[in-house]
C-alpha cells in the first residue's frame, strides 16, 4: 500500500509539515544600545509587524529586579515554549514596542531645565548641588522608579543636619511631581511618602526657636547712622543716604530686596499709604498683583523718593547684599555681625511686625508678600515680646560698655571705643 496515492493524504501530510516548520521558529536575544534592557524578539513572515519584541531590565538597568544572563535565557525558552504550544502570543500583547526608561539622570535632568527659567540662580545651583548627590547615591542610568521608598527616606535622612534633611525631601518629592505630571500615563511613577526624621533636641528648637540673629530697630538705626556719616570706608560716596534709605524701607516694609529695587516712582501713591508692586514689566515673586499698606514712616520715605522710573537708579541685588554685609561687619559686634545677610532684615521685620507693633498674621502676610500662613510659622515664638526686651537689654548694655561712639579698625576687625 502506497500512503502518497491518495490526494487527501498528501494534502494532510504537507500540513503536517508546515506546522512542524512553523512551531520551530525561534526567538532572538539581544540587549539594548545602552545596556538596561534584553530584548526578547519573534519573527513571523506572516505577521505586520513581522516582529514582536518583549523587554526586561539586566542588572544594570534594575539591580533588583532585572535578569542576568542565565535568569534571561530561562525567561525565553519558557516564551519560547508558551508560543509555540499556542497558549500565549506576544502579537496579541496590548505592549509597548519600547517601554520608556526613566533614568535618575533623565528625571533630575528633565526637572532642572523645566525650572531653571523660573527660579533665581542661586536657588538653582542649590537644587542642582542636592540632586547631584542623590545621583552619586543611586546611580545615574538606574531606572528611577525601581528605587524603593524606604532606600530614599534612608538617603534622605543620612543629612546631618534636619535643615538638610527636609531640603533633600522636597526636592526630591519635586522631581517626583514633575514625573507624575510629564509621564501621566506610565505605570510604576509615584511619589514616594517620606518622613523626616528629627531628634528631641532639633524638634525643640524648631518649636521654640529664639533667631539670634535678628536685628532691632535699634541696632540698625546705629547702623545707618554710622553709613550716613561715613565713619568707615565704603565703596558709596555720594549714594550713601539712598542706600540708607533703602535699607530702612527694607525693614519697615519687609520686603524681598528685588522688590524694592523695583520700586517705580509711579507705583507711590500720594493719596494714602499704599504701594503698588506691580506694572507691565514687573510682578513679584507671588506671581499676582500687590498692594502694599505702608506705615507713615514708609510712606514718607518713598514720597520723598519719587521720581519717574526706579527710585533706587542703578543698584543691583548683588550690591545692596555685599554692602549690607559690609556695613555690618564695619558696626556691629563680630559674633552678630558674621551671622547676618541682608535677608535677615526681612526676618527682622517681621519680627518687629509681630512682637513690638503686635500687627496681625494676616496683616503681616500682606504687607510682607507671604502667601500663606506656614511661612510666617517659624517667626511663632512663645516668648516673643520678652526675647525683644531681652535683645534691647543686652543692646543697650553692649553701648554703654562701649562709650556708644565705636570707631572701627579695619586690622583687626573690630569696634573700639573712639578717642
Known amino acids: 500500500m502506497k500512503i502518497y496515492s491518495s490526494g487527501n493524504l498528501y494534502v494532510d501530510k ?8 512553523q512551531q520551530k521558529i525561534m526567538a532572538s536575544l539581544s540587549k539594548t544600545s545602552d545596556g538596561l534592557r ?20 539586566t542588572k544594570k538597568g534594575d539591580s533588583a529586579n532585572g535578569y542576568t544572563r542565565i535568569q534571561i535565557d530561562e525567561y ?9 504550544a499556542n497558549a500565549w502570543n506576544p502579537w496579541d500583547q496590548d505592549k509597548k514596542e519600547s517601554p520608556t526608561i526613566i533614568t535618575v539622570t533623565s528625571a533630575i535632568d528633565g526637572y532642572l531645565k523645566k525650572v531653571k527659567p523660573t527660579i533665581k540662580p542661586p536657588t538653582y545651583k542649590t537644587k542642582v548641588s542636592t540632586l547631584k548627590q542623590f545621583k552619586e547615591e543611586f546611580g545615574e542610568q538606574r531606572p528611577i522608579t525601581s528605587i524603593e521608598t ?9 543629612a546631618n543636619k534636619y535643615t538638610s534633611r527636609k531640603k533633600r525631601k522636597s526636592e526630591i518629592i519635586l522631581v517626583f511631581n514633575y514625573l507624575k505630571k510629564k509621564y501621566r500615563n506610565e505605570s510604576g511613577i509615584h511619589t514616594p511618602e517620606i518622613e523626616v526624621a528629627a531628634t528631641k533636641q532639633e524638634k525643640n ?53 528685588r522688590d524694592l529695587l523695583s520700586i517705580k516712582g509711579e507705583w507711590i501713591s500720594n493719596s494714602e499709604p499704599v504701594l503698588r508692586l506691580f506694572d507691565q514689566d514687573y510682578i513679584s515673586k507671588g506671581q499676582r498683583p500687590e498692594w502694599v499698606e505702608l506705615n507713615t514712616e514708609a510712606w514718607e520715605i518713598l514720597k520723598d523718593l519719587k521720581q519717574p522710573g526706579p527710585i533706587f537708579g542703578d543698584f543691583s541685588e548683588s550690591f545692596v ?14 559674633e552678630l555681625a558674621n551671622k547676618l545677610s541682608l535677608h535677615k532684615l526681612r526676618d527682622s521685620a517681621i519680627m518687629h511686625m509681630m512682637y513690638r507693633e503686635g500687627l496681625s498674621i494676616p496683616f503681616i502676610m500682606a504687607r510682607v508678600g507671604h502667601a500663606g500662613f506656614s511661612s510666617l510659622q517659624k517667626y511663632v515664638h512663645p516668648n516673643g515680646v520678652q526675647l525683644i526686651r531681652f535683645k534691647q537689654e543686652e543692646w543697650a548694655e553692649f553701648l554703654q560698655n562701649n562709650d556708644v561712639e565705636l570707631t572701627y579698625d579695619s586690622t583687626t576687625l573690630k569696634l573700639l571705643k573712639a578717642n
Open 14 to 21: 504537507k500540513r503536517i509539515l508546515v506546522n512542524q516548520i
Open 38 to 57: 534584553w530584548r526578547i524578539r519573534f519573527y513571523s513572515s506572516k505577521r505586520t509587524p513581522p516582529y514582536k519584541d518583549v523587554y526586561q531590565f
Open 76 to 84: 525565553q525558552k519558557d516564551l519560547e515554549n508558551d508560543f509555540k
Open 150 to 158: 524606604e532606600d530614599i527616606e534612608d538617603w534622605v535622612n543620612e
Open 205 to 257: 528648637e524648631l518649636r521654640f526657636k529664639d533667631f539670634k540673629t535678628f536685628l532691632l530697630r535699634e541696632q540698625l538705626d546705629f547702623m545707618l547712622e554710622r553709613l550716613k556719616r561715613g565713619m568707615f570706608r565704603s565703596r558709596v560716596k555720594k549714594d550713601r543716604e539712598l542706600l540708607s534709605k533703602y535699607y530702612l524701607l527694607g525693614f519697615l516694609t519687609g520686603r524681598r530686596r
Open 321 to 334: 547684599s555685599e554692602e549690607f554685609e559690609h556695613l555690618v561687619q564695619h558696626t556691629l559686634p563680630s
